[in-house]
C-alpha cells in the first residue's frame, strides 16, 4: 500500500474504484487502523461510482507514530479543558483533520465526500467546518459531538475500552481473548457475532501494526479537543448522521446531538446496530452514503 506525504507526516493509504470517480474518504476510529473499513464494504462503495479511499490516522497502522512524545494523564487533560485553558497534548482532532485534508491535498483531490466513524467521525466533522470548500458532504456514523452532557458509555463498554491487554509478541492467545471479548461488548446485538472472523482481524491488525500508545495519546486528543458544537453549526455540507439504537460506547443520544447541530443534517438510526458495522449492515450503510453524497449535487 502507497504511503503520502501529508500535514508534514506520513500517512498510509489505499483506495477502490476509478481514480477519475467522484472521492470517497474514509477516516477510521480511536486506535484501529484502516483496515477496520471491510474491503467488502469499501468494494461495495467504489461499486456504486465513488473512489473510496482509506487511510491510517496518525499515530495508528502504517502511518507515522508519535513515540517520542508521553501519552498526556487524562485527568489532567481534562482539568485544563474544564479550566478553558489550552492542555499539553501532542496533538488534537484539528490536527487530525488536517492530516486528512493534507492527504487530499498530496493525491491532488480538491473536494471529497468525507466519512468517519466513531473518532472518525469526530474528525470528519472538523475537516467539514474547517474546511467547508473541500468537503462535498459529510457522513458521520457512530460519533457525537463533545457535549459533556451527553450520556456516557456503558460501565461494561468503559471497563473494555479502557482495560490495557498484554502485548500480542508476548501473549498472543490472552490478546485475542481480550480483543473478541471487547468486540462482543461493544458489538451489535441484533446481528451475528463472528467470534471466529473478530478473531482473526484482531490477529491480522497486531501483525500489521501494534501502538497501544498511539491510543493513549489519540484518546488524549479527542479529550483536548472538547466540546465541537460551535464549529458544528458552521457546517453546510449535506450532513448523514448514523448510529446504532444499541451503542453501548457512544449512546444513540450521540448521534441524536450531532444532528441536531448541523443544519439540515438527516438522522439515521439502525434498530440493533451497536458500536461496530456487521457486514450485513454494509450494504445499507453505504447505499445512505451514497444517498447523502447526491444531495450535494441535487
Not at 482539568?79 to 489550552?86: D, M, Q, S, T
Not at 499539553?88 to 468525507?114: F, K, N, Q, S, W
Not at 459533556?148 to 490478546?175: C, N, Q, V, W
Not at 448514523?242 to 444513540?252: E, M, N, Q, S
Amino acid at each position: 500500500m502507497p504511503k503520502a506525504k501529508a500535514n508534514g507526516i506520513a500517512l498510509e493509504y489505499d483506495s477502490f474504484g476509478a481514480e477519475d470517480a467522484e472521492p470517497v474518504l474514509l477516516i477510521t476510529g480511536l486506535g484501529v487502523q484502516m483496515t477496520r473499513w471491510a474491503v467488502p464494504f469499501c468494494e461495495i462503495l467504489a461499486g456504486l461510482g465513488y473512489r473510496v479511499i482509506r487511510f491510517d490516522n496518525r499515530d495508528a497502522g502504517l502511518s507515522t507514530h508519535f513515540n517520542d512524545l508521553p501519552v498526556p494523564e487524562l485527568a489532567t487533560v481534562a482539568l485544563a479543558v474544564a479550566r478553558g485553558e489550552r492542555p499539553d497534548v501532542p496533538y488534537t482532532l484539528y490536527d487530525m483533520a488536517a492530516d486528512a485534508v493534507g492527504l487530499l491535498d498530496a493525491l491532488g483531490i480538491e473536494r471529497a465526500h468525507i466519512v468517519g466513524r466513531s473518532m472518525g467521525g469526530m474528525i470528519a466533522q472538523l475537516v467539514a467546518s474547517e474546511h467547508p470548500h473541500r468537503t462535498l458532504s459529510l457522513t458521520s456514523i457512530m460519533s457525537n459531538t463533545g457535549n459533556p452532557g451527553l450520556p456516557s458509555a456503558t460501565p461494561e463498554a468503559m471497563a473494555a475500552l479502557t482495560s490495557r491487554p498484554p502485548h500480542p509478541s508476548e501473549d498472543e492467545e490472552s490478546f485475542l481473548t481480550h480483543s473478541v471479548a471487547f468486540a462482543r461488548v461493544i458489538g451489535s446485538p441484533g446481528y451475528p457475532f463472528d467470534e471466529a472472523a473478530q478473531r482473526a482481524q484482531a490477529l491480522a491488525d497486531a501483525k500489521r501494526a501494534y501502538n497501544p500508545a498511539g491510543f493513549g495519546r489519540q484518546i488524549a486528543a479527542i479529550v483536548a479537543t472538547g466540546d465541537r458544537r460551535a464549529r458544528l453549526k458552521t457546517i453546510t455540507a449535506p450532513t448523514l448522521v448514523v448510529h446504532g439504537a444499541d451503542d453501548p460506547l457512544i449512546p444513540k443520544a450521540g448521534g441524536e446531538d450531532t444532528a441536531a447541530n448541523i443544519k439540515g443534517a438527516e438522522l439515521k438510526v439502525i434498530p440493533g446496530m451497536g458500536h461496530d458495522l456487521p457486514p450485513a449492515l454494509y450494504e445499507t450503510v453505504a447505499l445512505a452514503i451514497a444517498a447523502n453524497a447526491r444531495r450535494e449535487s441535487a
